[in-house]
């Protein structure tokens, strides 16, 4: 099992220009989050989804967008850069639908120009 | 929602002693308790957990506690060992919430 993938590792963006991290889970589990990390701040929860079909708010979802098409498959969407958002971001699943025992990608190293 | 304070935000430690850090939740409904280790440049990974039904776990040389009445849990490392270098997250949740909420992260440094 690969676990949780993400991709890509680093990403240099323009303000105002939009990407999708990519995150994906070989462990059939239903629970999916992004948190992002900013030093001093600990994670912070983005958007989070217990099955497919299914995404809700995080702490801070603002210039974020998330979908669950498929179990595996739990893409964030940024839809215009800002500065602000260069961050580590995060993938995360989980068995449990409460989030428990979260499993982390590598991690996204971003940063907004 | 939920709100995690983590102390102290930076850790020194000789080998061999102890570490303690500790944790305060506002949710007095929260009922699940997670520690997370970070090493540089790594992700995070789960160490150990409690819920609220339990009041101490340990695993080997790590330790948690908690304390409902005080809103407090704290994570306790024996006979400190240089790969205890890392950041420590804790967490909390509430039933149903779906939500973990991470406190601010500990610098552990162990001196050889």
């Known amino acids: 099992n690969a676990g949780v993938t993400q991709t890509p590792k680093f990403q240099v963006l323009k303000t105002g220009q939009s990407m999708t991290l990519q995150c994906a889970q070989d462990m059939n589990h239903e629970y999916m989050s992004w948190y992002r990390q900013d030093p001093g701040m600990g994670l912070r929860l983005i958007h989070y989804s217990v099955g497919a079909g299914i995404t809700d708010q995080g702490e801070v979802p603002n210039g974020y967008n998330v979908s669950r098409s498929t179990t595996e498959d739990f893409p964030l969407r940024l839809l215009s850069a800002a500065p602000s958002q260069t961050s580590v971001y995060f993938c995360a699943s989980s068995y449990s639908s409460g989030g428990e025992k979260l499993f982390f990608g590598s991690g996204t190293q971003l940063s907004v120009l | 929602g939920e709100n995690v304070e983590q102390h102290p935000s930076t850790l020194s430690v000789q080998e061999g002693d102890s570490a303690v850090i500790k944790c305060t939740y506002s949710d007095s409904a929260s009922n699940y308790f997670p520690w997370y280790k970070q090493e540089l440049g790594k992700r995070p990974q789960l160490i150990i957990d409690?819920?609220?039904?339990?009041g101490e776990k340990k695993d080997q040389r790590i330790a948690v506690t908690l304390n409902k009445t005080a809103k407090h849990f704290s994570l306790h490392i024996t006979e400190t060992q240089p790969e205890d270098s890392a950041v420590y997250f804790c967490a909390a949740s509430t039933p149903n919430d779906y939500k973990l909420s991470f406190g601010a992260g500990t610098t552990v440094t162990v001196r050889a």
């Open positions: 409690i819920r609220s039904n339990v």
